[in-house]
């Protein structure tokens, strides 16, 4: 289906975060591999793509299970604090206006055309990166990693985010560039565009190279 089509015929829109409005993905493979780099592990790209929706304490133990590395409960915690505090020392460089090319069009069609917005993220921070590149006005409601118990591909995220702005799940279409969050999505019965420049991807509805290819698709 036209990705277009489904966005005009639905009453709310729910966004991921990384990969879908902004690009904060090189700071986490930036700070997870500085991470890693403490036992020893040199953690790659690819193993970083497989990390792409999951949130950051299951990130850290599948990097752990990669490097064969077995740490206490409380150290796990203070590792994942230190990758956040490497994260966020990146992501405050961040600027107005550091978003992914046709998000500012799309956001604004969208208030245009009275659509509610939501944010479905693993992110716990970001509410910061909205507030860092402008965009945090636009949004009807935020349900991040601070707001859910259960990753992506649990339907969690998305249903809460469908609950936020008063409207059935039936009625929302998610933009999603990772499987676990399609696969979420799904669960939840709601529509998915796939933003998959790779054609990687698979069990959407509609897919674009990024936002910039919505508002002209015929």
């Not at 929706?53 to 409960?73: C, F, H, Q, T, Y």
């Not at 349900?143 to 702005?165: C, H, R, W, Y």
Request: hydrophobic content about 45%; aromatic content about 6%.
């Amino acid at each position: 289906m036209n990705a277009r089509k489904i966005i005009d015929d639905a009453t709310a829109v729910i966004f991921d975060l990384d990969g879908v409005l902004v690009d904060t993905a090189v700071f986490h493979y930036q700070a997870w591999k500085r991470l890693a780099k403490q036992f020893d592990f040199d953690f790659t790209e690819a193993e970083n793509e497989q990390l792409k929706g999951v949130s950051r304490v299951d990130s850290l133990n599948l990097i752990l299970k990669w490097a064969n590395k077995e740490v206490p409960a409380e150290e796990k915690e203070q590792l994942a604090a230190l990758k956040n505090t490497w994260y966020l020392e990146l992501v405050e460089n961040m600027q107005d206006g550091d978003v992914l090319p046709g998000t500012i069009d799309l956001l604004t069609y969208l208030k245009a055309t009275d659509k509610k917005i939501a944010l479905g993220s693993a992110s716990k921070n970001a509410v910061r990166i909205l507030e860092k590149t402008g965009i945090l006005r636009y949004f009807d409601a935020i349900i991040d990693g601070n707001a859910v118990k259960n990753s992506k591909p649990d339907p969690e995220v998305f249903l809460k985010a469908a609950t936020s702005v008063g409207v059935e799940p039936a009625a929302c279409v998610v933009l999603e560039d990772a499987q676990a969050g399609i696969e979420a999505a799904k669960a939840a019965k709601m529509q998915v565009i796939a933003v998959d420049k790779s054609h990687v991807l698979t069990n959407y509805d509609a897919r674009v190279d990024d936002l910039s290819e919505i508002l002209i698709s015929e």
